[in-house]
């Protein structure tokens, strides 16, 4: 192929034994049409752009294969709506390689949608185009919401119809990830009772993701400690911009403290921790509020899956894993304190009241059903100017009923020495003007799906990069859903 890209593969998960993944070639399609191209992803990544994009629809879609790629599905287990399946890994999802990155990180390639591997299960392997889209979409809103995500490479039309409730056009996703294990891939193990194979999956994930942990006494512990800590970081972050992720399976968390899998996520518009948009959480068990307490359940069934490895004496090794779990709740607050201090410019220095100044707002936005993002923003005007208080009461079903609130919040403030300027763009570096909103990505999908207009896909990218910048242009995309446009549930897509 002329000007073909060359990508340096290091492909070490490939280097494990055999019982981690099954090798497997991506299927050829018929039609690979490049739709969309993450160049500036392509470059952190140390890629040759130009020859990606220039053959991207061979490329991406798996037709040609990159040299240096050792491509494989990976194995791995899952608690699924809570109930322990032993044996799921990547059905649909192909890792093609990994690579150093600019920064000296270790990355994979991973398809999506790429064919049939022996973890199909009876399904197609393959991807329809809105599932694409959206995981598109969000991973690179996530990106630059601030938030650890697996990024979007590309995406590339297929030619070929899959039929899921209806015909619809195929598509491969191409996504970067620190890597692709799980929770699920140490329980893959655990339920075999191979002890050696956890041993060799935590040294692989301490050499990969935390090095700093290889000479300290007591490595599996530590290890345990350090996933926990990232997922408390990462739940807290998701809180404090209204995302839900909708299917919080095991399978679904990275061991690195990235998200992972955008299917049935969606960010919260009026503030109710009981939100739940996914349609097949007909229980609630990942409800918006609910997800702390859901990372505390996984981060107890990693620590299952690791008990053989954590010490000799098991009862010792119980003690350890059930002490590590029961400081998640602390870590997950201390992120949270973070986060809600950050959005609400309280400072580092917590001083009597604070709790219940923040616990006061919530309540008044749930009962006055508020819009989660645009309330924030508008605090932040409202911090640097009180005439800015009008446009925040028009979010409430009772304009006044802030008004109170914001006198104490005021007065809180006012015991710093911050400028209100200074505090207001703080405090919108904080709170974004632009999230997903569900019906302009239900919108943009729709367009593209039915009608073959990735327009306002490509114009919901361009806004959502930059999130906490104003952009008057953009203005409709900031606001919330008008009667009739509300989006009340989400799809997985598989």
């Not at 991506?26 to 752009?49: H, K, M, Q, S, W």
Request: charged share 25%; proline share 6%; glycine share 8%.
């Amino acid at each position: 192929m002329s000007g073909a890209a060359t990508i340096h593969f290091d492909n070490s998960y490939a280097r494990l034994p055999d019982a981690f993944f099954a090798p497997v070639d991506p299927t050829p399609v018929e039609a690979p049409r490049l739709i969309a191209f993450n160049r500036a992803l392509a470059a952190e990544l140390g890629l040759d752009a130009d020859a990606l994009e220039r053959h991207g629809a061979a490329y991406f879609s798996g037709n040609t294969p990159l040299p240096g790629s050792l491509p494989l599905a990976m194995a791995y287990a899952g608690h699924q709506f809570g109930q322990f399946v032993p044996r799921l890994g990547d059905g649909r999802a192909i890792l093609i390689g990994e690579v150093i990155d600019r920064a000296g990180k270790r990355r994979d390639i991973q398809l999506k949608g790429a064919g049939q591997t022996p973890y199909s299960r009876r399904g197609d392997g393959r991807a329809a185009l809105g599932p694409v889209l959206r995981e598109y979409i969000i991973s690179e809103a996530m990106h630059a919401l601030g938030i650890p995500t697996t990024r979007a490479l590309a995406a590339v039309t297929t030619g070929q119809p899959v039929y899921r409730d209806r015909v619809l056009p195929g598509a491969v996703f191409t996504r970067v990830a620190a890597s692709h294990i799980r929770v699920g891939t140490f329980q893959f193990f655990a339920a075999r009772g191979e002890t050696d194979n956890i041993r060799i999956l935590a040294d692989h994930v301490i050499e990969r993701h935390y090095p700093e942990l290889k000479d300290v006494e007591k490595p599996y512990l530590a290890l345990l400690d350090a996933v926990a800590e990232r997922q408390a970081a990462l739940i807290a972050k998701w809180l404090g911009v209204g995302f839900i992720h909708g299917v919080m399976n095991t399978d679904n968390m990275t061991i690195s403290g990235e998200t992972i899998d955008f299917g049935p996520c969606a960010f919260m518009d009026r503030y109710d921790p009981r939100t739940v948009y996914s349609s097949i959480d007909q229980h609630g068990r990942y409800a918006f509020g609910n997800q702390p307490g859901i990372g505390q359940w996984n981060i107890a069934r990693l620590a299952e899956a690791l008990l053989p490895i954590l010490d000799e004496n098991e009862d010792k090794a119980v003690e350890a894993a059930n002490e590590a779990v029961a400081r998640f709740m602390d870590r997950f607050q201390a992120h949270w304190k973070i986060v809600i201090r950050a959005k609400l410019s309280l400072g580092e220095d917590e001083r009597d009241g604070d709790q219940g100044l923040i616990r006061d707002l919530l309540v008044t936005l749930y009962e006055q059903k508020a819009d989660y993002t645009l309330t924030f923003r508008r605090l932040a005007d409202a911090a640097e100017d009180a005439r800015a208080d009008a446009a925040l009461g028009a979010l409430l079903e009772d304009p006044a009923a802030l008004t109170p609130w914001l006198s104490v919040w005021r007065e809180r403030l006012s015991q710093d020495a911050t400028t209100p300027s200074a505090r207001a763009q703080a405090m919108r570096k904080a709170n974004p003007a632009f999230i997903p909103r569900n019906h302009k990505v239900d919108e943009a999908l729709t367009a593209a799906v039915d009608h073959g207009d990735f327009s306002l896909f490509e114009a919901l990218n361009d806004v959502l990069s930059k999130p906490y910048t104003d952009q008057p242009a953009f203005a409709p995309y900031a606001e919330p859903p008008k009667p009739g446009e509300e989006i009340t549930a989400t799809f997985c897509g598989t």
